[in-house]
């Protein structure tokens, strides 16, 4: 490891955390380390929401057998 973060953590996060990694056998570094790269990998996987909301056109677009298209 290259990089060393200080985070200062409330009572009861910190009591958590102590007794999760005590449980799991793990450091609270390890769990911090995976939490923060479970986070990352879940922003990639959800970039595609940047886009939702933005596509426009006829409201009969879709090809779907039983779709009615609401009346704007």
């Known amino acids: 490891m290259s990089r060393t973060l ?3 953590l409330s009572r009861e996060l ?8 005590a ?14 790269e479970k986070a990352r990998t879940s ?9 939702a909301g933005i596509v426009e ?3 009969g677009l879709s090809a779907r057998k039983g779709f ?3 009346p704007v």
Do not use: N, Y
Not at 23 to 36: K, Y
Not at 43 to 51: D, K, N, P, Q, V
């Open 6 to 8: 200080t985070v200062r």
């Open 68 to 70: 009615f298209p609401c």
């Open 23 to 36: 449980r799991a056998g793990v450091s609270q570094a390890q769990i911090v380390r995976e939490q923060l």
């Open 14 to 21: 910190a009591e958590w955390l102590e007794k999760s990694a």
């Open 43 to 51: 922003e990639e996987r959800r970039s595609f929401m940047r886009l």
């Open 57 to 59: 056109g006829d409201p």
